[in-house]
Every structure is written in C-alpha cells, then in structure tokens.
C-alpha cells in the first residue's frame, strides 16, 4: 500500500496576469468580471485588490465599478503567488516524434490559470524540455489519467478533427456512490454551462450541446462501486453529470456528488476517483491502455470500493 505521496511545491513568486473581456462581460464591472470568473475569492477580496492597483483595465488603475468594453485588458497583479501544491507524478508514457502520452495526476490544470501557473502539465513538461507542446483534449484538474499532446501543428490539427468527431476510442473508470441495478446504461442528456466552472445536465435546455456516455458497473462493494465510462461524446464534466443523472455521482466529486456544492464558489482542490486509463485514435496509430493495477495503487481514491 502506497501511504505517502510525492507531492510538488513551488516558491512563492511574483506574476502578473493578463487577459481580454469577451462579449458576455461587456457592459459589466470590472468587480463583477472578476468574482465570476474566479469566483474562489470573495466579493471583499477582489475589492481590496482592485483598490491596491493590483487588478486594472488597460494598464491603469480603475474603479470597482468601472464598466468593461469588449477586448478590454485586464491586469492582475500578484506580488506573492502561493500555488497549491500537487501530486508530483507526471509521467511520460510514450514518446515520438509527433506526440507524447502522459499520465497527469489530480489535481492538476492542464495549463497555467487562477491559482495555478508552475503546478501545471503544460509547465511541467516545459521544465522537462518539452517545449511547444499542443493541447488537443483536456482532462479536469481533478481527474487524473492519460493525455495526449501534439509536438507538432500538423498532428495537433488531425487529432484535434478526431476529437471533435467523435473519433477516439476513450475509457474511464469511476467510483460511484451505491449500487446501480442495471448492469449498463447510456446517458444521453446534453450539457451546458450554468455558472462558472459549474455545468449542467437535463433535456431541454436551450443552447445545451450534445452528450452521451455508456455505463457498465465493473465491480460492487458495500456502499459504493466500480464503472467503466465510454463517452462517446467530449463535453465539460460530461461522465461526472451523466453519473449524477444516473443517480450514482462519484463518490468524492465536490461539485455533483450527493454533497456536492454547485455555487461555483468552492474552490476544487483535491482529485477525484475519476480515471481516464484508455485512450484510441486508430487511423493515427494512437493507442494506450494503463495497468489499471499499477495506477489505482497509484491513485489512492481508486483503490477503495
């Protein structure tokens, strides 16, 4: 049994971050922007950092209350960054000229943003001398699994076609809370944002984009069990809102989960018993499977049903 985990830490540095308002935050505050977008620090918060100058608008200081244009800049200035830690396991699993695959621990981003900067795959892997490195699919920060990425704009533009397609063969596995009665099920609700990084899942939703997953429970134990996930679709949090439609969440998930809190205030700091161990594109050659026994150990929430 693993007992203890290797886990990464960064010195706190300073930074400055810097982004364009789209068209749904123009017309709106600049401390509205700011506690929507990032909603894990409160009102009070960003209104202490914006009257410090630490947060402005096209360079300059600005008001709370002053009102955005569309591709305004926003600034953000943190003099002591403090990133969370995270599980220092980064792994490379296959190498070639054209992509590499990886195992990405959780909870970890994909690539710098909010809290996260030097803590992320993207950066990880720059530090390990894999520059220019292509995102073609992304993986939650809170779960943990196989990624794939382009070395090169040519492979990146194929898989990323393959992706949106629905051309890749790709398989997880989840810890469920309860027991299902049925063997398998396809859920096929859409999916739409609701708020922040919260999504949501039901039929009729207007401007709620197609989703489906298939479900088979691979294991049972007394208050919980094992299910292989098929999404046959790539939306946000898709399997994590088709098993809460199913009514058996992940077990640990803080946002759908029978405890979970959808206020998108609560920041996601601990990985979930989410797995993405299969991964196909067969007319790229692309295919790889993780020793499900290595990785749940690995993976501490998966070991326990």
Known sequence: MISHRPVRIVSPY??????RVKSEFAGNSLLHLMHTRFPFHGV??????IQNGHVGVNGEEASADHILQLHDEIFHH???VKEPSVPDEVRILKETEEYLIVYKPAPMPMHPGGRYNKNSLTK???????QDLRIVHRLDAVTSGLVLLARNKEFAQKAMICFSKSRVNKTYYAVVSGNPEEESIT???????KNGFVFESELGLKYAKEAITHFEVVEQGEHSSIVKC???TGRTHQIRLHLEQWRYPIID???????????????QKVGISLLNAGLEIEELGVKWELDLDR???LDIRLKTV
């Open 44 to 49: 009070k918060v960003w209104e202490t950092k």
């Open 187 to 193: 859920i096929d609700t859409p999916i739409r944002r």
């Open 295 to 297: 990785y749940k150990m």
């Open 124 to 130: 990880i892997l720059e530090e390990q001398g894999y």
């Open 253 to 267: 998930d803080p946002i759908y989960g029978i405890e979970g809190d959808k206020s998108s205030k609560r920041a």
């Open 230 to 232: 098929s999404p046959k």
């Open 14 to 19: 300073s930074i400055t971050y810097r982004f």
């Open 78 to 80: 943190n003099p002591k």
